[in-house]
């Protein structure tokens, strides 16, 4: 059993988590979804108990709990005042441990997913996200949904949710993280309680490789009527924890786009007020992930908004970072720093992914002070070595007839598409 504790007596609180070595990276083809189904139908019901039933079991406790399935990891996590604890964590291991999967619930959530999966096509930031990930990741587990398709979710059967469930819900799987009002014997205790039901299994190996750069500067025109706004996503492969100059990329994205006063704020919204807000940030994950920008230009602005942040991009790979803004992102990292760990639930969650992605012990623990050794040049060798504005994913959400003509011709690409809004 991996076990991992972080005590406080701040607040008669014990919070607890289980995480399972298993996500949408995990589904097969054609079933994506899955994961999500798997982890949202363990609420659904379990042996001798509903859904309703379970609910109000957690509601007298004084307790909540809930699960979350994101593309390597899915988690099941509860929280209730301390002399609770206990009878939570069996109830959670038996909900855990003895899912029933009833075939009435299933269709019930399948239908809901597929009405989730619609209405999200009214967010323009999901819909750019989703285009830009496709992209990005073509070919890749991360360029699939977590959430699936709805053609995906339509084609999930029972089976397939049970197969899921056995090959991933196990001890072997599974890290267990308990934090608040506890000591070890008690952590111990509720770690007992949550897996107990469960076999042994084995840790799954994570099935995603690492990602493969894009080749060229690609476009991809999301088209959807009646646009006032266009969001843009502009994206790379980026770092991952492990690299050496990940720390140092991130000094450097802090200068460019990781804050109000960074400069792409800076030329984007104070200089122009082409979008209220402009944004770079680098994503981690089991294997390398995404750097990506985000503006909302209004149509009239969208081209030259377009072409600014790529010409930005350009100058920030061929130039850095200025000592002043080095400096301020630097102390802004580590100053800020503090609310990252100022309750024992962030410093829990910190241990769990250091545990996840395969992180030095003393990762976080050095964070303040590797942050503030890093120089300058350290900072643009990371980002001259990273940043690959030619081999850049583009995506517009925007009505093509409007303003796709004039996103085209902004800048020289080496291939443009148009998509509809609607399609899977």
């Not at 001798?48 to 996590?77: C, P, T």
Request: glycine share 8%.
């Amino acid at each position: 059993m991996r076990l991992l504790v972080e005590p406080s007596r701040d607040l008669p609180l014990v919070f607890m988590c289980v995480a399972f070595g298993t996500g949408g990276a995990h589904d097969p083809a054609g079933r994506e979804g899955l994961g999500s189904i798997v982890g949202r139908m363990l609420r659904r019901g379990a042996e001798g108990m509903k859904g309703e039933a379970i609910e109000e079991r957690v509601d007298s406790l004084g307790g909540e709990f809930g699960v979350s399935v994101g593309l390597g990891s899915s988690s099941v996590g509860a929280e209730a005042v301390a002399r609770s604890a206990p009878e939570l964590a069996a109830l959670v291991g038996k909900v855990i441990a003895t899912p029933v999967f009833e075939d009435d619930e299933l269709e019930k959530l399948k239908r809901q997913v597929e009405a989730e999966l619609v209405a999200a096509r009214d967010d323009d930031s999901t819909l750019a996200s989703r285009a830009l990930r496709r992209n990005l990741f073509a070919g890749h587990p991360h360029g699939r949904r977590v959430s699936g398709s709805i053609a995906s979710v339509r084609s999930i059967g029972r089976e397939d949710v049970v197969r899921a469930y056995r090959r991933g819900f196990t001890q072997d799987n599974a890290i267990v993280a308990v934090g608040g009002d506890v000591d070890d014997a008690l952590a111990e205790e509720l770690a007992r309680l949550l897996l107990a039901g469960l076999p042994r299994g084995e840790a799954l190996p994570y099935p995603a490789r690492e990602p493969e750069p894009t080749l060229g500067r690609r476009l991809v025109v999301v088209d959807k009527p009646e646009r006032s706004q266009v969001k843009l996503g502009i994206g790379l492969l980026g770092t991952h924890p492990h690299d050496e100059d990940h720390l140092a990329l991130l000094v450097g994205n802090t200068a460019f786009g990781g804050t109000f006063t960074s400069r792409l704020m800076q030329e984007i919204r104070s200089k122009r007020g082409w979008s209220y807000g402009a944004s770079a940030s680098l994503s981690t994950s089991r294997v390398r992930e995404a750097f990506t920008m985000w503006t909302a230009p209004a149509e009239k602005d969208a081209a030259a908004c377009l072409a600014l942040e790529l010409e930005l991009l350009e100058a920030w790979q061929r130039h850095g970072v200025t000592e002043e803004e080095a400096s301020f992102a630097r102390e802004y990292l580590c100053r800020s720093y503090a609310f990252e760990v100022d309750t024992a639930k962030k410093r829990l969650n910190q241990t769990l992914e250091r545990e996840l992605l395969k992180l030095p012990a003393d990762y976080h623990a050095r964070y303040v002070e590797r942050v503030s050794r890093i120089t300058r040049g350290e900072c643009n060798e990371a980002i001259a070595r990273r940043i690959e504005p030619s081999r850049a994913w583009v995506a517009a959400v925007a009505t093509d007839a409007e303003v796709g003509a004039e996103l085209r011709s902004a800048v020289r690409w080496d291939a443009t598409s148009v998509a509809r809004f609607d399609a899977e």
